[in-house]
Structures are given as structure tokens and as C-alpha cells.
């Protein structure tokens, strides 16, 4: 019979929590809610009560300066160290658990910008050379972590920080457009479909991956979608490949998979109910996927992904 993991007791409720405006006390961190703008910095070390599985509505742009230990953004999980650099869309959730922390922990681990979409979407409309940052946005939906950035990105940190009204948004817009041109990044969470040449073609993938997400379960196979845009099988293969940087099956196991995550980190659900339940027809197969796609086992991602909760443990233990 399947096990299920029951090593240590799980908190009632594994959804993230959502964090609120009314909730952003400057005791924890956070700028005065009085401050005019729509760009608002936050520090705080760790231990710390923000340090919790969440998400918000705007986008969080997160640089580690301290500490090391695991990072949870959305169904990714892996390790960080000072100059980690991650940016988190909006309701993506994500944590940042430390693990080498000094005795009475540190007063400065995170250098935070939030920021909301809308603003920037109705000026972009006006301004073309703030459209620039449009796809940025686009692929912070599944978090971006960029590499090499870290001095650079403290600099600009500190430098919006003490910065106020317009000539901290020129400072932000600076940092905007390292990030915009940065090529050296990947994307954490889930699969991200790359630039297309036209919107037929857009909305052609757009159309398959809707599909792919709603009924993740049902069979579906290259030659049935070719047939269905009336193209050769060997056509459609090439058009998908250059549209999302994957083979249609990696694809289609990368879809199930990363649903797969979703339901061993929200669930109780079995290993085993769970291979099916996202479309496989055998555990074996699943495993060895899961393990090719996550770098580790689906039981190991459930053990793991319960760790996200460890930072309001520790900030609850530090009192």
C-alpha cells in the first residue's frame, strides 16, 4: 500500500496566505503607509514573522544579502546564498528559509521592492520606452532568478530607498532596465513559453497550453493537435519547439508535473492517486519524470516543500 508522508504534522491549511496592504507594519519592515508612490521598499533580517509561505498582489523584487539555506517560489525549490536575486509576480507564492543563521539571527537579510502591474501597464501604453518592461512582467509570473546581478542590484536598492517622489521612480527604472536586458536568468516555476513571430502564432500556443492546463489528465498526442491546425505532424513539432523551447511530450510531462507539485503540496493525496490523477498511466514512469524535471522524488518534494512553512516556526521559537 502507498505511504503517505507523516513525519511531522502539517499546518491546517497548506494554501499560501495572502498577504494584505492593512497588514505592512513599518515594525516589520515596511515603509510608512503614508509614503506617496506606488513603489515601496521593505528590509528585514531573519528570524522574522514575514518569513512565512504567502503571496500578494504586486510584484516582489527579492535580493538575499545574508544567510544561506532554501528558497520556495511557487512549485521550484532550491538553494540560495547572499545575492540571490528573484523576481515573484503577482499571487506567485514563495518563502525563503535560512539555515546557517548566527545565534539571535541577523537584522538584514532581504532588500525587498514591491511594486504593483497596472500603473506600469497604463503608462507603458503612453510611453514605448517603458514598454520595454512588459515581457519582464510577462515571465515574473513563474519568478525569475538573475545571475551576476547581486552588487549591482544592492546599489540600486539602497538607492531607491533614499530616494522620494520622481527621482526615486527614475532610480527604479534604471534598475527596470538591468533586469529588462538581463539574459543570464532562468525561470523558477512551471514552464514559460518564449517570444513568438506574430499573434496567430501566440494565440495558436496559447490555445494548446490552455487546453494542456484544464484538462491535464486526458490523453493527447502531437498528431492529433497538428491535425487539428491543419498542419504536418513533423510542421507542428518544429512551430512548438520554437515557441516554447520544448518537444510537445516534454511539454505536455512538464504540465502534469508541475500539477503534480501542486497537489503534493496542498493535498494528502497519495503518490500514487496523484500520478493519475495528472494524466500518467504508470507510477514508474511519473517518478522517473518528477525526478528528471524537479531533481528529486515526489515524496522528497512533499518532505521538502513542508519545510516552506519553517520560517514562522523559527520566528515563533525566537520569542
Known amino acids: 500500500m502507498p505511504s503517505r508522508h507523516t513525519d511531522t504534522p ?7 496566505e495572502l498577504e494584505r496592504p492593512y497588514s505592512r507594519s513599518p515594525a516589520l519592515g515596511y515603509e510608512p503607509p503614508e ?3 506606488c513603489l515601496h521598499c ?3 533580517g531573519f528570524p522574522t514573522p514575514l518569513a512565512r ?3 500578494h498582489d504586486e510584484y516582489e523584487l527579492h535580493l538575499i544579502v545574508a544567510t544561506s539555506g532554501k528558497a520556495f517560489v511557487g512549485d521550484w525549490i532550491g538553494p540560495f546564498y547572499p545575492g540571490h536575486l528573484v523576481l515573484c509576480g503577482p499571487r506567485l507564492p514563495h518563502n525563503w528559509i535560512s539555515y546557517d543563521l548566527p ?4 537584522p538584514e537579510r532581504d532588500l525587498v521592492i514591491q511594486f504593483p502591474h497596472e500603473p506600469i501597464e497604463r503608462a507603458a501604453a503612453e510611453l514605448p520606452e517603458l514598454a520595454e518592461v512588459l515581457p519582464l512582467l510577462e515571465r515574473a509570473r513563474h519568478g525569475i532568478e538573475f545571475f551576476g546581478l547581486g552588487e549591482r542590484a544592492e546599489a540600486h536598492w539602497r538607492a531607491i530607498k533614499s530616494a522620494h517622489g520622481l527621482r526615486r521612480f527614475s532610480v527604479f ?4 532596465a538591468d533586469l529588462a536586458r538581463c539574459t543570464d536568468y532562468r525561470l523558477l516555476s512551471a514552464v514559460q513559453m518564449q517570444s513568438v513571430n506574430d499573434d496567430n502564432q501566440l494565440d495558436q500556443i496559447n490555445t494548446i497550453v490552455n487546453r494542456l492546463a484544464e484538462n491535464v489528465a486526458q490523453p493527447i498526442a502531437a498528431a492529433q493537435v497538428a491535425a487539428e491546425l491543419g498542419m504536418s505532424e513533423s510542421r507542428f513539432s518544429r512551430f512548438f519547439r520554437r515557441a516554447t523551447g520544448n518537444t510537445f511530450t516534454d511539454f505536455v510531462n512538464r504540465v502534469r508535473i508541475n500539477r503534480a507539485c501542486q497537489l503534493l503540496m496542498e493535498s494528502d493525496r497519495y503518490v500514487t492517486h496523484v500520478c493519475y490523477d495528472v494524466g500518467f498511466n504508470n507510477v514508474a514512469n511519473f517518478n522517473r519524470r518528477f525526478l528528471e524535471i524537479k531533481g528529486m522524488t515526489p515524496t522528497e518534494f512533499r518532505k521538502q516543500a513542508d519545510h516552506r512553512y519553517a520560517g514562522r516556526a523559527a520566528a ?3 520569542r
Open 316 to 318: 515563533q521559537n525566537q
Open 173 to 176: 527604472c534604471d534598475y527596470l
Open 35 to 37: 509614503l506617496p508612490g
Open 42 to 44: 521593505l528590509s528585514h
Open 10 to 16: 502539517l499546518p491546517r491549511s497548506r494554501r499560501p
Open 103 to 106: 545565534e539571535g539571527g541577523v
Open 53 to 55: 509561505w504567502h503571496c
